[in-house]
Antibody, heavy 115, light 110 residues
Framework: QVQLVQSGAEVKKPGASVRVSCKTS????????IGWVRQAPGQGLEWMGW????????DYAQRFQDRVTMTTDTSTTTAYMELRSLRSDDTAVYYC????????WGQGTLVTVSS | QTVVTQEPSLSVSPGGTVTLTCGLS?????????PNWYQQTPGQAPRTLIY???TRSSGVPDRFFGSVLGDKVALTITGAQADDEADYYC??????????FGGGTKLTVL
């Protein structure tokens, strides 16, 4: 069955970068895009962007355009999301999702940004 | 800036029926928006309930029903149960790789 397993929680200082990984299994990795969604504490879901696992083409939400990079490693069927210049309001749970049939979701990764 | 609209909160009695809606601040929701519905309980990842307006995700009971309601799409829950108490989100595809989530509906079963 489809599984997306994300890396563990991170604590970062303002101005730092974070990279979250999303290990996939149970399907042909290059067939579908991997999207990234975040959820600040007590808030709703926010789309960050996605990457084609076939050709690496990305589309980012405008508000993250300058700070986010999404990549994939087809040899390990893993997707990555790096967010730079972290601020306190980037504190959130970050989810990866395989974007077909609705989404298949990872379990989420809590990123805390605090001095 | 396109806004996806949802009722902030709704309540339903156990065994009752409730309809949640998902619309656009401007215009109608269409199949080309690939509307999806998710359920999220505290501390958990979202769970996909419905995709492409009406298709139930694997394992989702047929108490959950997706439909078109005027210029919106809707999620109807029949025979509400206590564990249906959750946040429900819809998402719409705007093209060019951009999805927009609604603000979510907090459903209370009481």
């Amino acid at each position: 069955q489809v599984q997306l397993v994300q890396s563990g929680a991170e604590v970062k200082k303002p101005g730092a970068s974070v990279r979250v990984s999303c290990k996939t299994s149970g399907y042909t990795f290059t067939t579908f895009r991997i999207g990234w969604v975040r959820q600040a504490p007590g808030q709703g879901l926010e789309w960050m962007g996605w990457i084609s696992a076939y050709d690496g083409k990305t589309d980012y939400a405008q508000r993250f355009q300058d700070r986010v990079t999404m990549t994939t490693d087809t040899s390990t069927t893993t997707a990555y999301m790096e967010l730079r210049s972290l601020r306190s309001d980037d504190t959130a749970v970050y989810y990866c999702a395989m974007t077909t049939q609705g989404f298949f979701w990872g379990q989420g990764t809590l990123v805390t940004v605090s001095s | 800036q396109t806004v996806v609209t949802q009722e902030p909160s709704l309540s339903v009695s156990p065994g009752g029926t409730v309809t949640l809606t998902c619309g656009l601040s401007s215009g109608s929701v269409s199949p080309s928006h690939y509307p999806n519905w998710y359920q999220q309980t505290p501390g958990q990842a979202p769970r996909t309930l419905i995709y492409s307006i009406t298709t139930r995700s694997s394992g989702v009971p047929d108490r959950f029903f997706g439909s078109v309601l005027g210029d919106k799409v809707a999620l109807t829950i029949t025979g509400a149960q206590a564990d249906d108490e959750a946040d429900y989100y819809c998402v719409l595809y705007m093209g060019s790789g951009i999805w927009v989530f609604g603000g979510g509906t907090k459903l209370t079963v009481l």
